[in-house]
């Protein structure tokens, strides 16, 4: 079996080991597709919405609205990929390779992002609480900043839990965005305006002085805080 093999047939509870889990999707493994996670997206009964806030209210009673961030990232992810001015290979995204039926309900089908000894590999925010980061991740982490730029892509929650370091297959690592994807507002700005696409990537790589770096607007790049 390759590795990068799509299930065809509906995968059973007993086949799936859940390794992570948010706000709004249970991620899991699978043994006999070492090279995917299948997330699932929870339906509203299962979130912790608030009571006054309007996306919880749009949960309870819209029936459709659960899934509203799903469709959002996929169709961003294929714009990305068939009109995008980046190459394929070259996207800072986790790929996306559709659905698959389950006894868990209809999963989606992603790439693993992994790394020597970790499967799936280190989120950003768990290379911050071992301390500071190496000088081939501060490298990674710049080329990173500068292709999500580059690529166009609106996204809307670009964080240390969603970024993942993984090998890029040459020898050396990468960061990679696998949660986050498209504008999800209802006026969807990001989707359209450069500016503000790269406005809100620069507060949101401001906030990673926490990990003990400094980020350059201009450059696109990060360097070790002194």
């Known amino acids: 079996m390759s590795p990068f093999d799509i299930p065809l047939q509906t995968l059973g509870k007993a086949q799936l080991l859940q390794i992570s889990e948010g706000a ?12 995917l996670v299948f997330k699932r997206q929870k339906p509203w009964q299962e979130r912790q919405l608030k009571s006054w806030d309007l996306k919880s209210f749009l949960l309870r009673n819209l029936p459709g609205f659960h899934t509203y961030h799903v469709s959002v ?12 001015p980046l190459d394929l290979a ?3 995204i986790a790929r996306i390779f559709g659905f698959v039926p389950s006894e868990l309900g209809p999963l989606q089908i992603c790439e693993k992002i992994s790394l020597d000894g970790h499967s799936p590999g280190p989120t950003l925010n768990a290379l911050g609480r071992k301390g500071v980061l190496a000088d081939e991740d501060i490298a ?4 990173f900043a500068q292709r999500l730029l580059q690529s ?19 020898g050396g690592v990468r960061f990679v965005l696998v949660d986050g ?7 969807p700005v990001r989707r359209y305006s450069a500016m503000v696409r790269r406005t809100r990537l620069v507060k949101r790589f401001d906030r990673f002085t926490k990990f003990g770096l400094v ?3 201009q450059q696109f790049t990060f360097a070790r805080a002194t």
Not at 73 to 84: Q, V
């Open 140 to 143: 990674a982490l710049s080329l």
């Open 152 to 170: 166009q892509v609106p996204t809307h929650d670009v964080n240390g839990a969603n970024i993942v370091k993984g090998a890029d297959g040459n």
């Open 215 to 217: 980020f350059d607007r």
């Open 181 to 187: 994807l498209g504008d999800v507002n209802l006026i």
């Open 90 to 92: 070259a996207l800072p």
């Open 73 to 84: 990232e996929h169709k961003t992810y294929l714009r990305a990929c068939l009109n995008g």
């Open 24 to 35: 709004e999707r249970s991620i899991y493994a699978c043994d006999d597709y070492p090279a």
